[in-house]
């Protein structure tokens, strides 16, 4: 095992952009994850007794992996520790193991292949502990067990797991700046179910999801949401691509395409208090061959702000666009081209440079036009196949 205490600016500034996005979500920041001075401890590591001794019982800042290795035992971190392990393209074999952080610190993984067939993945923790995966590709059950905690993502990405367990059970999931992130499971993606969870997509990021069940499960009292600009979100799911019980933004200038499997007919969004969608935004929902209904909130507002597209089609003869309680309203302030379809037509409806309120109202879709050449007074949810806004 090597070991050397002197490390260049360079390495230190990689190693605090990495952690930044996930210490500054829980309003830290850089200079308590990674010192920011001259002396920082790193070790150069081959085999596993000294990869367990640099988390364990010899903390070190940076871990540098030399050699492929195989865990034989769980790592268990007591204390407060912030780590970056570099994998230079290695692999890391957890087995069965599990790395369990006690309290509350940032273990950051770049540059490795990790597989796992552990029940709580390769990182575990009750506290507000955080994972930071950077160009790593993961095999395994479960990537991490962190209820309260948090999983950021960076650079190139892909995870895949194969059993009834979700990626991730965590609070807060970050994907930064201009992440190409990958992920393919048999069950739900993210389970979220504490208080307050959190979802980021970064500014730049591509994010595509494929789930057996929902891709993102936040049934924690108030969620957060939220798209940046230039980012592009696509899913695939057989349930539900987002459920909370709140209100999704899906940001200025990001595009988000949610599709459902054949077999799914839970829909592709419930939230409860409708949904944001903003400027030259691109929003598009493809319902399954069996989806009861595309979106489903409670008395809410659906707001299309300016948007560049919206496209939002059922597949299903007997499905709907919008199972939304009377009195909600699906709304777009500027001049916008609105076609209404039937389930087997596209185009048995439009209005251009129309701005109006749709007040959902038992079965039918009330149009109030405040600006435009035409208006509709009503139409029957029912038989509404598919929905579409152009600038």
Known sequence: MKTTTKLGLSVLTAAAVLIAPTSLSFGGNISNVVAQAAEVKTVTVTTFAELKNALETSPTDI??????????????IPGQHNPLILGNNHKLDMSKYVINAKQAGVIALEDLSIESTGSYGIYRTETLGQL???????????V???PKGAITFHGTTKVTTTSTLEIA?????VFDKNVHFTATTTADAFLMAQANPKVYVSENATVNITSAKKVFNMTGATPFFSTESGSKLTTNSVDVALYMNGKPTFGANSSTEFNQDAAGTAGLIYA??????EKDASFVLNGGAKSTQLIKTAKSVIDFKDVANVYLKSNNP??????????SLVQFNTPQTLTLGTKTTDAIYTATNLRAFLSGSGTNLSVQSFAGDNSIVTYDFKTMGSFKLTK
């Open 63 to 76: 871990i540098s992996i030399d050699a492929d290795i195989t865990a034989t035992s769980d790592i268990i």
């Open 272 to 277: 409860s208090t409708g949904f944001d969608v």
């Open 169 to 173: 059970k965590v609070n807060t999931i």
């Open 144 to 146: 991490a067990y962190a």
């Open 132 to 142: 930071a995966l950077n160009n790593v590709t993961f095999t395994g059950k479960q």
């Open 318 to 327: 007997k499905g709907n666009i919008f199972s939304v309680s009377s009195g």
